[in-house]
Protein backbone atom coordinates (compact mmCIF):
# COMPACT_ATOMS: atom_id res chain seq x y z
CA UNK A 1 0.00 0.00 0.00
CA UNK A 2 1.36 3.67 -0.93
CA UNK A 3 0.21 4.86 1.99
CA UNK A 4 2.46 2.89 4.56
CA UNK A 5 5.36 2.96 2.14
CA UNK A 6 5.76 6.97 3.52
CA UNK A 7 7.15 5.47 6.95
CA UNK A 8 9.24 2.81 5.18
CA UNK A 9 12.86 2.57 5.80
CA UNK A 10 13.56 3.36 1.95
CA UNK A 11 11.86 6.39 2.27
CA UNK A 12 13.61 7.55 5.42
CA UNK A 13 17.02 6.48 3.54
CA UNK A 14 16.64 8.00 0.43
CA UNK A 15 14.96 12.06 0.56
CA UNK A 16 11.44 11.83 -1.61
CA UNK A 17 11.25 15.09 -3.31
CA UNK A 18 7.27 16.07 -2.96
CA UNK A 19 5.34 18.67 -1.89
CA UNK A 20 6.19 18.05 1.93
CA UNK A 21 9.33 18.43 1.25
CA UNK A 22 9.91 21.12 -1.23
CA UNK A 23 7.05 22.87 1.23
CA UNK A 24 9.33 22.46 4.34
CA UNK A 25 12.79 23.54 2.42
CA UNK A 26 11.09 26.17 0.84
CA UNK A 27 10.04 27.65 4.96
CA UNK A 28 13.06 27.01 5.70
CA UNK A 29 15.30 28.91 3.67
CA UNK A 30 13.15 31.93 3.48
CA UNK A 31 12.99 32.05 7.24
CA UNK A 32 16.92 32.04 7.25
CA UNK A 33 17.74 34.91 5.06
CA UNK A 34 18.00 37.67 7.19
CA UNK A 35 20.08 35.62 9.84
CA UNK A 36 22.15 34.72 6.32
CA UNK A 37 22.44 38.18 5.46
CA UNK A 38 23.10 38.57 9.50
CA UNK A 39 26.37 36.36 8.87
CA UNK A 40 27.29 37.63 5.61
CA UNK A 41 27.37 41.42 7.60
CA UNK A 42 29.50 39.86 9.76
CA UNK A 43 32.12 38.93 6.98
CA UNK A 44 31.74 42.01 5.05
CA UNK A 45 34.86 44.86 4.55
CA UNK A 46 35.18 47.06 7.54
CA UNK A 47 36.62 48.75 10.68
CA UNK A 48 38.80 45.70 12.37
CA UNK A 49 37.77 46.55 15.74
CA UNK A 50 37.61 42.39 17.19
CA UNK A 51 41.22 42.26 17.89
CA UNK A 52 40.61 45.54 20.47
CA UNK A 53 37.58 43.94 21.33
CA UNK A 54 39.16 40.84 22.15
CA UNK A 55 41.66 42.44 24.38
CA UNK A 56 39.82 44.72 26.34
CA UNK A 57 35.80 44.01 26.79
CA UNK A 58 34.75 41.01 25.56
CA UNK A 59 36.05 38.94 28.13
CA UNK A 60 33.92 40.67 30.37
CA UNK A 61 30.82 40.35 27.57
CA UNK A 62 31.25 36.96 27.51
CA UNK A 63 31.82 36.23 31.62
CA UNK A 64 29.01 38.10 32.45
CA UNK A 65 26.78 36.74 29.27
CA UNK A 66 27.45 32.87 30.96
CA UNK A 67 26.98 33.74 34.71
CA UNK A 68 23.51 35.20 33.52
CA UNK A 69 22.31 32.39 31.45
CA UNK A 70 23.80 29.80 34.35
CA UNK A 71 21.94 31.86 37.42
CA UNK A 72 18.60 32.62 35.17
CA UNK A 73 18.60 28.82 33.71
CA UNK A 74 18.98 27.43 37.40
CA UNK A 75 16.37 29.62 38.38
CA UNK A 76 13.34 29.06 35.73
CA UNK A 77 14.21 25.54 36.37
CA UNK A 78 13.61 25.20 39.86
CA UNK A 79 10.13 27.49 39.82
CA UNK A 80 9.10 26.59 36.45
CA UNK A 81 9.65 22.69 37.19
CA UNK A 82 8.66 22.24 41.12
CA UNK A 83 5.33 24.93 40.70
CA UNK A 84 4.29 22.27 37.41
CA UNK A 85 5.04 19.10 39.62
CA UNK A 86 2.98 20.50 42.34
CA UNK A 87 -0.08 21.91 40.69
CA UNK A 88 -0.05 18.66 38.97
CA UNK A 89 -0.22 15.84 41.12
CA UNK A 90 -0.74 17.55 44.47
CA UNK A 91 -3.55 19.44 46.59
CA UNK A 92 -2.83 22.17 48.78
CA UNK A 93 -4.32 25.73 49.48
CA UNK A 94 -4.98 27.74 46.53
CA UNK A 95 -3.95 24.67 43.69
CA UNK A 96 -6.64 25.87 41.48
CA UNK A 97 -5.26 29.35 41.45
CA UNK A 98 -2.30 29.15 41.03
CA UNK A 99 -2.73 26.25 38.13
CA UNK A 100 -3.35 29.41 35.75
CA UNK A 101 -1.76 32.23 38.20
CA UNK A 102 2.00 30.67 37.70
CA UNK A 103 1.86 31.81 34.56
CA UNK A 104 0.71 35.57 34.89
CA UNK A 105 4.05 36.95 35.06
CA UNK A 106 4.61 35.99 31.24
CA UNK A 107 2.77 38.89 30.47
CA UNK A 108 5.39 41.36 32.30
CA UNK A 109 8.10 42.70 30.33
CA UNK A 110 11.60 42.01 31.73
CA UNK A 111 12.30 45.69 31.57
CA UNK A 112 9.25 46.78 33.04
CA UNK A 113 9.88 44.86 35.96
CA UNK A 114 13.21 46.45 36.30
CA UNK A 115 12.05 49.73 36.19
CA UNK A 116 9.57 48.69 38.96
CA UNK A 117 12.12 47.22 40.96
CA UNK A 118 14.81 49.77 40.51
CA UNK A 119 12.07 52.58 41.42
CA UNK A 120 11.15 50.82 44.66
CA UNK A 121 14.84 49.32 45.74
CA UNK A 122 16.81 51.81 45.28
CA UNK A 123 19.01 54.32 47.58
CA UNK A 124 16.07 56.85 47.02
CA UNK A 125 13.17 54.41 47.16
CA UNK A 126 11.11 54.27 49.58
CA UNK A 127 12.14 50.86 50.85
CA UNK A 128 15.48 51.86 51.92
CA UNK A 129 14.18 55.42 52.43
CA UNK A 130 11.92 54.00 55.30
CA UNK A 131 14.93 51.64 56.69
CA UNK A 132 16.63 54.92 57.04
CA UNK A 133 14.05 56.54 58.93
CA UNK A 134 13.81 53.45 61.03
CA UNK A 135 16.99 52.72 62.48
CA UNK A 136 18.14 56.48 62.06
CA UNK A 137 20.98 55.92 59.19
CA UNK A 138 21.96 59.17 57.34
CA UNK A 139 24.46 57.07 54.94
CA UNK A 140 24.61 54.04 52.88
CA UNK A 141 28.43 53.43 54.42
CA UNK A 142 25.92 52.54 57.76
CA UNK A 143 24.34 49.68 55.97
CA UNK A 144 24.14 47.30 53.79
CA UNK A 145 21.36 46.76 50.78
CA UNK A 146 21.75 44.45 47.97
CA UNK A 147 22.22 46.32 44.95
CA UNK A 148 19.68 46.04 42.46
CA UNK A 149 21.29 47.19 39.84
CA UNK A 150 23.70 44.48 39.01
CA UNK A 151 24.33 41.21 37.82
CA UNK A 152 22.29 39.32 40.66
CA UNK A 153 19.60 41.78 39.89
CA UNK A 154 19.38 41.53 36.73
CA UNK A 155 19.38 37.12 37.06
CA UNK A 156 16.19 38.14 39.70
CA UNK A 157 14.58 39.99 37.66
CA UNK A 158 14.56 37.86 34.22
CA UNK A 159 14.15 35.05 36.81
CA UNK A 160 10.76 36.24 37.74
CA UNK A 161 9.28 36.78 34.44
CA UNK A 162 11.08 34.11 32.50
CA UNK A 163 10.32 30.72 34.55
CA UNK A 164 6.82 30.20 32.89
CA UNK A 165 8.35 28.86 29.36
CA UNK A 166 9.57 26.07 31.65
CA UNK A 167 6.35 25.82 33.81
CA UNK A 168 4.65 25.91 31.42
CA UNK A 169 5.81 23.01 28.56
CA UNK A 170 6.85 20.95 31.87
CA UNK A 171 2.95 21.30 32.77
CA UNK A 172 1.79 20.10 29.57
CA UNK A 173 4.19 17.39 29.99
CA UNK A 174 3.26 16.18 33.30
CA UNK A 175 -0.52 16.18 32.01
CA UNK A 176 0.43 13.65 29.26
CA UNK A 177 1.50 11.41 30.96
CA UNK A 178 0.19 8.20 32.02
CA UNK A 179 -0.25 7.58 35.95
CA UNK A 180 0.11 3.92 35.10
CA UNK A 181 4.25 4.41 35.23
CA UNK A 182 4.10 6.23 38.29
CA UNK A 183 1.94 3.49 40.24
CA UNK A 184 4.43 0.86 38.37
CA UNK A 185 7.45 2.95 40.25
CA UNK A 186 5.32 3.30 43.47
CA UNK A 187 5.11 -0.62 43.18
CA UNK A 188 8.11 -1.03 42.95
CA UNK A 189 9.14 0.58 46.23
CA UNK A 190 9.58 4.52 45.23
CA UNK A 191 8.69 6.98 46.71
CA UNK A 192 7.00 9.77 45.73
CA UNK A 193 9.79 11.89 45.27
CA UNK A 194 12.10 8.93 44.05
CA UNK A 195 8.91 8.37 41.35
CA UNK A 196 9.01 11.77 40.23
CA UNK A 197 13.17 11.99 40.03
CA UNK A 198 13.47 8.49 38.09
CA UNK A 199 10.34 8.61 35.80
CA UNK A 200 7.99 11.59 35.56
CA UNK A 201 11.30 13.94 35.01
CA UNK A 202 13.11 11.91 32.34
CA UNK A 203 9.69 11.41 30.48
CA UNK A 204 8.93 15.36 30.49
CA UNK A 205 12.80 16.07 29.91
CA UNK A 206 12.18 17.01 26.20
CA UNK A 207 9.93 19.61 27.05
CA UNK A 208 11.73 21.17 29.71
CA UNK A 209 14.70 21.00 27.71
CA UNK A 210 12.44 23.12 25.56
CA UNK A 211 11.53 25.84 28.06
CA UNK A 212 15.06 25.83 29.32
CA UNK A 213 16.25 26.31 26.20
CA UNK A 214 13.90 29.42 25.14
CA UNK A 215 14.61 30.71 28.30
CA UNK A 216 18.25 31.33 27.82
CA UNK A 217 17.59 32.43 24.06
CA UNK A 218 15.19 34.99 25.47
CA UNK A 219 18.09 35.79 28.27
CA UNK A 220 20.40 36.45 25.45
CA UNK A 221 18.53 38.66 23.62
CA UNK A 222 17.24 40.85 26.48
CA UNK A 223 18.72 44.21 26.05
CA UNK A 224 16.65 46.66 28.06
CA UNK A 225 17.08 44.99 31.82
CA UNK A 226 20.98 44.62 31.03
CA UNK A 227 21.31 47.93 29.51
CA UNK A 228 18.98 49.85 32.75
CA UNK A 229 21.36 47.58 35.34
CA UNK A 230 24.32 48.23 33.54
CA UNK A 231 25.06 44.47 33.13
CA UNK A 232 28.01 44.19 29.97
CA UNK A 233 27.04 41.21 28.43
CA UNK A 234 27.08 40.40 24.86
CA UNK A 235 23.69 41.80 23.97
CA UNK A 236 24.54 45.29 25.09
CA UNK A 237 28.00 45.20 23.40
CA UNK A 238 26.68 44.41 20.11
CA UNK A 239 24.04 47.46 20.63
CA UNK A 240 26.94 49.63 21.79
CA UNK A 241 29.33 48.37 18.51
CA UNK A 242 26.56 49.37 16.57
CA UNK A 243 24.96 52.53 17.68
CA UNK A 244 27.58 54.01 19.26
CA UNK A 245 30.60 52.72 17.13
CA UNK A 246 28.24 52.74 13.67
CA UNK A 247 30.01 49.40 12.81
CA UNK A 248 27.40 46.71 12.16
CA UNK A 249 30.14 43.88 10.54
CA UNK A 250 31.45 44.51 14.29
CA UNK A 251 27.66 43.83 15.78
CA UNK A 252 27.18 41.11 13.22
CA UNK A 253 30.76 39.49 14.38
CA UNK A 254 29.32 39.52 18.42
CA UNK A 255 26.10 38.20 17.43
CA UNK A 256 27.57 35.48 15.13
CA UNK A 257 29.31 34.66 18.49
CA UNK A 258 25.77 34.59 20.44
CA UNK A 259 24.72 32.39 17.86
CA UNK A 260 27.46 29.91 18.74
CA UNK A 261 26.09 29.63 22.29
CA UNK A 262 22.42 28.64 20.87
CA UNK A 263 24.01 26.24 18.78
CA UNK A 264 26.41 24.83 20.98
CA UNK A 265 23.32 24.33 23.99
CA UNK A 266 21.28 22.16 21.14
CA UNK A 267 24.31 20.33 20.07
CA UNK A 268 25.22 19.06 24.09
CA UNK A 269 21.66 18.79 24.25
CA UNK A 270 20.73 16.35 21.19
CA UNK A 271 23.35 14.31 21.98
CA UNK A 272 22.72 13.89 25.57
CA UNK A 273 19.12 11.91 24.51
CA UNK A 274 21.27 10.50 21.55
CA UNK A 275 19.15 7.14 20.99
CA UNK A 276 16.90 7.36 23.74
CA UNK A 277 13.66 7.44 23.33
CA UNK A 278 10.51 9.22 25.38
CA UNK A 279 7.15 7.56 24.52
CA UNK A 280 4.97 6.49 26.40
CA UNK A 281 4.89 2.71 27.03
CA UNK A 282 0.72 2.59 27.81
CA UNK A 283 -2.27 4.27 26.37
CA UNK A 284 -4.05 3.64 29.43
CA UNK A 285 -4.64 7.47 31.08
CA UNK A 286 -6.17 7.65 34.46
CA UNK A 287 -6.92 10.47 37.11
CA UNK A 288 -4.18 11.95 38.02
CA UNK A 289 -3.91 10.87 42.13
CA UNK A 290 -3.80 14.63 43.90
CA UNK A 291 -1.74 14.08 46.72
CA UNK A 292 -3.11 15.45 49.58
CA UNK A 293 -0.60 18.02 51.30
CA UNK A 294 -1.54 18.86 55.22
CA UNK A 295 -0.23 20.57 57.56
CA UNK A 296 3.36 22.02 57.07
CA UNK A 297 4.06 20.13 53.89
CA UNK A 298 0.46 22.31 52.67
CA UNK A 299 1.33 25.64 53.48
CA UNK A 300 4.79 25.47 52.46
CA UNK A 301 3.35 24.68 48.67
CA UNK A 302 1.45 27.24 49.19
CA UNK A 303 4.34 29.68 49.93
CA UNK A 304 6.51 28.05 46.84
CA UNK A 305 3.79 28.52 44.61
CA UNK A 306 2.76 32.18 45.68
CA UNK A 307 6.28 33.44 45.47
CA UNK A 308 6.79 33.78 41.90
CA UNK A 309 3.42 35.18 41.39
CA UNK A 310 3.42 37.85 44.30
CA UNK A 311 7.59 39.00 43.34
CA UNK A 312 7.12 38.59 39.45
CA UNK A 313 3.21 39.81 38.89
CA UNK A 314 1.38 41.09 41.89
CA UNK A 315 3.85 43.43 43.18
CA UNK A 316 4.47 45.00 40.28
CA UNK A 317 1.34 45.17 38.64
CA UNK A 318 0.32 46.83 42.14
CA UNK A 319 2.64 49.43 41.75
CA UNK A 320 2.13 50.01 37.79
CA UNK A 321 -1.46 50.62 38.82
CA UNK A 322 -0.83 52.72 41.29
CA UNK A 323 1.70 55.10 38.95
CA UNK A 324 -2.21 54.82 36.53
CA UNK A 325 -4.27 56.24 38.89
CA UNK A 326 -1.72 59.09 40.06
CA UNK A 327 -0.78 59.95 36.61
CA UNK A 328 -4.12 59.09 35.13
CA UNK A 329 -4.21 62.31 33.17
CA UNK A 330 -1.35 61.98 31.37
CA UNK A 331 -1.07 58.26 31.01
CA UNK A 332 -4.32 57.71 29.10
CA UNK A 333 -4.86 59.14 25.32
CA UNK A 334 -6.05 57.99 22.04
CA UNK A 335 -2.51 56.63 21.08
CA UNK A 336 -2.66 54.00 23.89
CA UNK A 337 -6.04 52.52 22.42
CA UNK A 338 -4.35 52.72 18.75
CA UNK A 339 -0.98 51.00 20.02
CA UNK A 340 -2.84 48.20 21.75
CA UNK A 341 -4.61 47.89 18.07
CA UNK A 342 -1.64 48.23 16.38
CA UNK A 343 0.13 44.95 19.13
CA UNK A 344 -2.58 42.89 19.26
CA UNK A 345 -2.48 42.70 15.06
CA UNK A 346 0.96 41.92 14.93
CA UNK A 347 0.65 39.25 17.73
CA UNK A 348 -2.13 37.72 16.66
CA UNK A 349 -1.07 37.20 12.74
CA UNK A 350 2.08 36.63 13.85
CA UNK A 351 1.20 33.60 15.84
CA UNK A 352 -1.47 32.24 13.86
CA UNK A 353 1.29 32.17 11.14
CA UNK A 354 4.06 30.86 12.64
CA UNK A 355 1.76 27.93 14.05
CA UNK A 356 0.67 26.82 11.04
CA UNK A 357 4.53 27.47 9.79
CA UNK A 358 5.79 25.09 13.18
CA UNK A 359 3.52 22.56 12.09
CA UNK A 360 4.11 21.82 8.80
CA UNK A 361 8.19 22.08 8.79
CA UNK A 362 7.50 19.86 11.72
CA UNK A 363 5.28 17.33 9.96
CA UNK A 364 6.98 17.23 7.18
CA UNK A 365 10.26 16.36 8.86
CA UNK A 366 8.48 13.50 10.27
CA UNK A 367 7.27 11.68 7.40
CA UNK A 368 10.16 12.49 5.23
CA UNK A 369 12.68 12.14 7.36
CA UNK A 370 16.30 13.14 6.17
CA UNK A 371 19.61 15.13 7.73
CA UNK A 372 19.79 17.74 5.16
CA UNK A 373 16.13 18.79 6.05
CA UNK A 374 16.12 18.48 9.75
CA UNK A 375 19.29 20.76 9.48
CA UNK A 376 17.27 22.94 7.92
CA UNK A 377 14.68 22.89 10.14
CA UNK A 378 17.40 23.69 13.03
CA UNK A 379 18.75 26.16 11.01
CA UNK A 380 15.74 28.21 10.11
CA UNK A 381 14.92 27.97 14.21
CA UNK A 382 17.69 29.62 15.18
CA UNK A 383 16.13 33.23 14.73
CA UNK A 384 15.29 33.53 18.56
CA UNK A 385 19.05 33.50 19.37
CA UNK A 386 19.95 36.41 16.99
CA UNK A 387 18.94 39.97 18.69
CA UNK A 388 16.44 41.98 17.63
CA UNK A 389 17.96 44.86 16.34
CA UNK A 390 20.75 42.89 14.35
CA UNK A 391 17.72 40.77 13.44
CA UNK A 392 16.42 43.59 12.02
CA UNK A 393 18.98 44.24 9.92
CA UNK A 394 18.95 40.86 8.16
CA UNK A 395 15.45 41.57 7.50
CA UNK A 396 15.70 45.43 6.11
CA UNK A 397 18.51 43.72 3.65
CA UNK A 398 16.33 40.69 2.54
CA UNK A 399 13.39 42.97 2.01
CA UNK A 400 15.05 45.89 0.57
CA UNK A 401 16.38 43.81 -2.27
CA UNK A 402 13.31 41.95 -3.08
CA UNK A 403 11.51 45.10 -2.81
CA UNK A 404 14.65 46.69 -5.47
CA UNK A 405 14.63 43.05 -7.79
CA UNK A 406 10.12 43.75 -8.61
CA UNK A 407 10.59 47.59 -8.99
CA UNK A 408 13.30 47.03 -11.58
CA UNK A 409 11.59 44.26 -13.08
CA UNK A 410 8.31 46.42 -13.55
CA UNK A 411 10.31 49.51 -14.97
CA UNK A 412 11.55 47.30 -17.23
CA UNK A 413 8.92 45.51 -18.69
CA UNK A 414 5.97 47.34 -17.82
CA UNK A 415 7.67 51.22 -17.61
CA UNK A 416 6.39 51.90 -14.04
CA UNK A 417 8.00 51.79 -10.88
CA UNK A 418 6.61 49.83 -7.59
CA UNK A 419 8.18 51.50 -4.74
CA UNK A 420 8.66 49.83 -1.42
CA UNK A 421 6.24 46.61 -1.39
CA UNK A 422 7.39 45.31 1.81
CA UNK A 423 9.97 47.53 3.66
CA UNK A 424 8.58 49.66 5.99
CA UNK A 425 5.65 48.02 6.01
CA UNK A 426 3.40 45.96 8.38
CA UNK A 427 4.10 42.93 6.70
CA UNK A 428 7.77 43.32 7.36
CA UNK A 429 7.04 43.39 11.28
CA UNK A 430 5.04 40.20 11.02
CA UNK A 431 8.27 38.66 8.91
CA UNK A 432 10.45 39.74 11.00
CA UNK A 433 8.54 38.46 14.08
CA UNK A 434 8.20 34.95 12.35
CA UNK A 435 11.62 34.36 11.67
CA UNK A 436 12.10 35.30 15.86
CA UNK A 437 9.65 33.51 17.04
CA UNK A 438 9.65 30.21 15.09
CA UNK A 439 11.63 28.85 17.96
CA UNK A 440 9.13 29.17 20.13
CA UNK A 441 6.47 27.24 18.09
CA UNK A 442 8.62 24.53 16.40
CA UNK A 443 10.37 23.76 19.32
CA UNK A 444 6.90 23.37 21.04
CA UNK A 445 5.74 21.44 17.96
CA UNK A 446 8.39 19.30 17.95
CA UNK A 447 8.33 17.97 21.22
CA UNK A 448 4.56 17.31 21.23
CA UNK A 449 5.34 14.81 18.37
CA UNK A 450 8.61 12.79 19.11
CA UNK A 451 6.28 12.05 22.18
CA UNK A 452 3.93 9.76 19.03
CA UNK A 453 4.59 6.99 18.72
CA UNK A 454 5.35 6.47 14.66
CA UNK A 455 2.88 3.21 14.96
CA UNK A 456 0.15 5.37 14.92
CA UNK A 457 1.25 7.01 11.68
CA UNK A 458 1.54 3.25 10.12
CA UNK A 459 -1.64 2.44 11.83
CA UNK A 460 -3.44 5.53 10.27
CA UNK A 461 -1.91 4.78 6.69
CA UNK A 462 -2.75 1.02 6.98
CA UNK A 463 -6.53 2.15 7.24
CA UNK A 464 -6.23 4.39 3.81
CA UNK A 465 -5.35 7.81 5.49
CA UNK A 466 -2.60 10.27 3.38
CA UNK A 467 0.21 12.31 5.15
CA UNK A 468 -2.15 15.28 5.37
CA UNK A 469 -5.35 13.06 7.00
CA UNK A 470 -3.53 11.46 9.16
CA UNK A 471 -2.13 14.87 10.36
CA UNK A 472 -5.47 16.26 10.90
CA UNK A 473 -7.23 13.26 12.18
CA UNK A 474 -4.45 11.50 14.25
CA UNK A 475 -1.50 14.48 15.25
CA UNK A 476 -3.86 17.11 15.71
CA UNK A 477 -6.53 16.42 18.25
CA UNK A 478 -3.20 14.78 20.57
CA UNK A 479 -1.22 17.93 19.95
CA UNK A 480 -3.75 20.53 20.92
CA UNK A 481 -2.82 21.32 24.06
CA UNK A 482 1.06 22.10 22.37
CA UNK A 483 -0.28 24.04 19.39
CA UNK A 484 -2.32 26.48 21.82
CA UNK A 485 0.79 26.69 24.12
CA UNK A 486 3.06 27.94 20.94
CA UNK A 487 0.33 30.09 19.78
CA UNK A 488 0.38 31.55 23.27
CA UNK A 489 4.02 32.00 23.26
CA UNK A 490 4.42 34.02 20.53
CA UNK A 491 1.50 35.83 21.10
CA UNK A 492 3.16 36.84 24.42
CA UNK A 493 6.21 37.62 23.31
CA UNK A 494 4.89 39.39 20.36
CA UNK A 495 3.32 42.20 22.69
CA UNK A 496 6.34 42.68 24.55
CA UNK A 497 8.85 42.85 21.52
CA UNK A 498 10.34 45.65 21.37
CA UNK A 499 13.91 46.14 19.12
CA UNK A 500 12.28 44.25 15.69
CA UNK A 501 9.32 47.18 16.40
CA UNK A 502 11.11 49.87 16.74
CA UNK A 503 13.25 49.66 13.37
CA UNK A 504 10.77 47.66 11.03
CA UNK A 505 7.84 49.81 11.90
CA UNK A 506 5.90 51.73 9.41
CA UNK A 507 5.95 55.29 9.95
CA UNK A 508 3.98 56.85 12.72
CA UNK A 509 3.56 53.41 13.88
CA UNK A 510 3.15 52.55 17.52
CA UNK A 511 2.53 49.57 19.67
CA UNK A 512 2.09 49.05 23.34
CA UNK A 513 5.84 48.31 23.76
CA UNK A 514 7.36 51.37 21.82
CA UNK A 515 5.01 53.54 24.15
CA UNK A 516 6.24 52.37 27.42
CA UNK A 517 10.23 52.29 26.12
CA UNK A 518 9.85 55.69 24.97
CA UNK A 519 8.57 57.04 28.41
CA UNK A 520 9.91 54.24 30.83
CA UNK A 521 13.74 54.98 29.36
CA UNK A 522 13.57 58.56 30.20
CA UNK A 523 12.66 57.28 33.58
CA UNK A 524 8.97 58.64 33.23
CA UNK A 525 7.05 55.37 34.49
CA UNK A 526 3.98 57.05 35.52
CA UNK A 527 3.12 58.12 31.54
CA UNK A 528 4.05 55.14 30.71
CA UNK A 529 2.03 52.86 33.49
CA UNK A 530 -1.32 52.64 32.02
CA UNK A 531 0.36 51.20 28.19
CA UNK A 532 2.55 48.81 30.48
CA UNK A 533 -0.41 47.57 31.95
CA UNK A 534 -2.40 47.01 28.93
CA UNK A 535 0.61 44.76 28.27
CA UNK A 536 -0.10 42.67 31.23
CA UNK A 537 -3.87 42.68 30.35
CA UNK A 538 -3.91 41.30 27.54
CA UNK A 539 -1.71 39.03 28.25
CA UNK A 540 -3.91 37.85 31.85
CA UNK A 541 -6.69 36.19 29.53
CA UNK A 542 -5.36 34.08 27.02
CA UNK A 543 -3.09 32.75 29.63
CA UNK A 544 -6.01 32.35 32.11
CA UNK A 545 -7.60 30.18 29.25
CA UNK A 546 -4.63 28.71 28.13
CA UNK A 547 -4.32 26.95 31.52
CA UNK A 548 -7.89 25.69 31.74
CA UNK A 549 -7.44 23.65 28.33
CA UNK A 550 -4.40 22.30 29.37
CA UNK A 551 -5.71 21.05 32.74
CA UNK A 552 -8.96 19.86 30.57
CA UNK A 553 -6.93 18.34 28.14
CA UNK A 554 -5.54 15.69 29.48
CA UNK A 555 -5.61 12.23 27.48
CA UNK A 556 -8.57 9.98 28.82
CA UNK A 557 -10.47 12.77 30.05
CA UNK A 558 -13.19 15.36 28.30
CA UNK A 559 -13.48 18.23 28.62
CA UNK A 560 -16.40 19.64 30.73
Known amino acids: MTGGQSLSGRTRRHLKIDGWTLGTAAISLAVMLPILAVILLAFSPGDDIWGHLSSTVLPLYVANTVQLMIGVGCGTFLIGVGGAWLVTMYRFPGKAVFEWALLLPMAMPA ?175 KDLPGYELVGMKGWLALFVCSFPVLLGFIFPSGVLLTYAVTHFDRAVNAVVLESAGNSLLLSGTAAVIAVLVAIFMAYGVRIKGGRALKVLTRLASMGYAVPGSVLAVGVIAVLASLDNTIDDFMRQNFGFSTGLMFSGTIAAVIFAYLVRFLALSFGTVEASLTKITPSMDGAARTLGHGAFSTLRRVH ?65 VPVILLSYVIRKSRPGQETR
Not at 501 to 507: E, G, K, Q
Open 111 to 285: YVIAYVYTDILEYAGPVQGALRDLFGWTSVRQYWFPEIRSLGGAISMMTLVLYPYVYLLSRAAFLEQSVGVLEASRVLGRNQWQSFYSVALPLARPAIVIGISLVLMETLNDFGTVDFFAVYTLTLGIFDVWMNMSNIAGAAQLASLMLLFVIALVLVERFSRHNKWFHQTTSTY
Open 476 to 540: MPLMRTSILTAAMLVFVDGMKELPLTIILRPFNFQTLATYVHQFASDEQLGEASLAALTIVGTGI
